[in-house]
Nanobody, 116 residues
Framework: QVQLVESGGGLVQAGDSLRLSCAASGRTYAMGWFRQAPGKEREFVGDITRALGITSYAGSLKGRFTVSRDSAKNTMYLQMNSLKPEDTAVYYC????????????WGQGTQVTVSS
């Protein structure tokens, strides 16, 4: 069982930057970020493998959002730049234990609100 705790959400203005953190209670194969805006389905943002730091992103976010990790601390980060009002959502951290498994562990979510 892995517990995930997100932090770093808040209210910012359009064009600002924000960094989210997710601390895991143990080792994982990969960790990822997802988000859910009001009235919309949860969507994939990006993820990273623990060992090699291989990243993948939702196409629309690549270039503005960067996922990184500190393996020694079992912590993942999401650097969000040039934020837009449409980035407003609850951001969730997730973890999985294998390359072909689904994300099975989830954090409680952290709210990011971008004002125009």
């Amino acid at each position: 069982q892995v517990q995930l705790v997100e932090s770093g959400g808040g209210l910012v203005q359009a064009g600002d930057s924000l960094r989210l953190s997710c601390a895991a209670s143990g080792r994982t194969y990969a960790m990822g970020w997802f988000r859910q805006a009001p009235g919309k389905e949860r969507e994939f943002v990006g993820d990273i493998t623990r060992a090699l730091g291989i990243t993948s992103y939702a196409g629309s976010l690549k270039g503005r959002f960067t996922v990184s990790r500190d393996s020694a601390k079992n912590t993942m980060y999401l650097q969000m730049n040039s934020l837009k009002p449409e980035d407003t959502a609850v951001y969730y951290c997730a973890a999985k234990m294998g390359a072909i498994t689904s994300y099975e562990y989830w954090g409680q979510g952290t709210q990011v609100t971008v004002s125009s």
